[in-house]
């Protein structure tokens, strides 16, 4: 086949950093943009040079010329945004979190296999190099038996009680936007999900987490110490520690660097600058999948995609926290 030709449903903030790596690609092609909100899927196409624009979601998951679509839509509008892609018969790339709570993921992916159709969480930081070089040494033996992994993600947003981030009714809070990030990264790390999970948030005002930790558990004895935060600023690195020694991924979401250490040894660093915002690397992954013909990733697996939400959902259910 020839470039996979794009389509992106929403045209917001997320959805605009993921254009700015797609047009880049020499793999694929942005053909068309969804929104609802007059004017913004014209505005959007012009600025990516996108030869479609779409007002109607449907009328857009209808263009024959679509071969796979990144939904950049809110958290709430993935469930229906994915439905209407995979009846469609088109791939979909979906934006974390991938939905609101496993039963819908185990829903949609379900509609995905009963259709035949490729379908992947977008956790772009997977295939980020550093992150990459890191799974690499882990698979090597490089630092022996992974025993403790430390992460975080959390930011200041400022206090905007209308925005998005902090509106429960829209999945507001640290956890589905900050805190998944380190939750994926030990679910990548481990291979498995916890068997025992204690945890922390501060429920702000608006009713949503402005910040929790956790600590989990895994068989075996392995632990994982993670925390996240939208109104709170860390220093959003990962450690993984082993039985001989330990990698550093410096400011993990965004990571351009990362150093193997082990004892009696110069540290092993590995670095390389970006030209992009680094979502062209998961976009990358699923045109690969999609030219061999795969109906999902071995890299971001439905499964675990079903299992992380499934965390997440355990999480929020110590909290008391649901999203009405």
Same mark, same amino acid.
């Given at each position: 086949?020839?470039?996979?030709?794009?389509?992106?449903?929403?045209?917001?903030?997320i959805?605009?950093?993921?254009?700015?790596?797609?047009?880049?690609?020499?793999?694929?092609?942005?053909?068309?943009?969804?929104?609802?909100?007059?004017?913004?899927?014209?505005?959007?196409?012009?600025?990516?040079?996108?030869?479609?624009?779409?007002?109607?979601?449907?009328?857009?998951?209808?263009?024959?010329?679509?071969?796979?679509?990144?939904?950049?839509?809110?958290?709430?509008?993935h469930? $229906?945004?994915?439905?209407l892609?995979?009846?469609?018969?088109?791939?979909?790339?979906?934006?974390?979190?991938?939905?609101?709570?496993?039963? $819908?993921?185990?829903?949609?992916?379900?509609?995905?296999?009963?259709?035949?159709?490729?379908?992947?969480?977008?956790?772009?930081?997977?295939?980020?190099?550093?992150?990459?070089?890191?799974?690499?040494?882990?698979?090597?033996?490089?630092?022996?038996?992974?025993?403790?992994?430390?992460?975080?993600?959390?930011?200041?947003?400022?206090?905007?009680?209308?925005?998005?981030?902090?509106?429960?009714?829209?999945?507001?809070?640290?956890?589905?936007?900050?805190?998944?990030?380190?939750i994926?990264?030990?679910?990548?790390?481990?291979?498995?999900?916890?068997?025992?999970i204690?945890?922390?948030?501060?429920?702000?005002?608006?009713?949503?987490?402005?910040?929790?930790?956790?600590?989990?558990?895994?068989?075996?004895?392995?632990?994982?110490?993670?925390?996240?935060?939208?109104?709170?600023?860390?220093?959003?690195?990962?450690?993984?520690?082993?039985?001989?020694?330990?990698?550093?991924?410096?400011?993990?979401?965004?990571?351009?660097?990362?150093?193997?250490?082990v004892?009696?040894?110069?540290?092993?660093?590995?670095?390389?600058?970006?030209?992009?915002?680094?979502?062209?690397?998961?976009?990358? $992954?699923?045109?690969?999948?999609?030219?061999?013909?795969?109906?999902?990733?071995?890299l971001?697996?439905?499964?675990?995609?079903?299992?992380?939400?499934?965390?997440?959902?355990?999480?929020?259910?110590?909290?008391?926290? $649901?999203?009405?």
């Amino acid at each position: 086949m020839g470039k996979v030709k794009w389509g992106i449903m929403g045209a917001g903030g997320i959805s605009r950093k993921f254009a700015s790596d797609l047009v880049q690609s020499t793999e694929g092609e942005l053909l068309a943009v969804a929104s609802r909100t007059p004017g913004k899927a014209e505005k959007f196409a012009e600025e990516f040079k996108a030869p479609k624009a779409y007002n109607s979601y449907e009328e857009f998951v209808a263009d024959p010329e679509i071969d796979i679509v990144y939904i950049g839509t809110l958290h709430p509008m993935h469930k $229906e945004g994915v439905l209407l892609c995979l009846n469609a018969g088109k791939a979909v790339l979906c934006e974390k979190p991938f939905m609101m709570s496993a039963q $819908e993921a185990e829903e949609v992916i379900q509609v995905a296999k009963d259709n035949n159709v490729f379908i992947m969480e977008a956790m772009w930081t997977r295939y980020l190099p550093p992150v990459v070089q890191a799974r690499e040494w882990i698979q090597e033996g490089r630092i022996g038996e992974i025993k403790m992994l430390t992460a975080n993600f959390g930011f200041d947003f400022g206090w905007n009680p209308g925005h998005r981030l902090l509106d429960k009714k829209l999945g507001g809070g640290a956890l589905l936007d900050a805190g998944i990030y380190p939750i994926s990264f030990a679910s990548m790390v481990f291979g498995k999900q916890p068997t025992k999970i204690s945890s922390s948030a501060y429920i702000g005002e608006t009713g949503v987490d402005e910040r929790f930790s956790a600590l989990f558990e895994y068989e075996g004895g392995q632990t994982a110490l993670l925390s996240g935060g939208v109104q709170l600023r860390t220093s959003n690195d990962a450690f993984i520690y082993g039985s001989k020694g330990y990698i550093h991924i410096a400011n993990f979401l965004f990571g351009k660097s990362a150093t193997l250490h082990v004892p009696n040894e110069e540290p092993l660093h590995f670095e390389k600058t970006l030209p992009t915002f680094g979502y062209i690397f998961e976009a990358e $992954e699923a045109m690969r999948c999609i030219r061999e013909g795969r109906k999902e990733s071995a890299l971001m697996p439905v499964s675990e995609t079903i299992e992380i939400m499934q965390t997440l959902d355990s999480l929020r259910g110590q909290w008391g926290l $649901e999203y009405n």
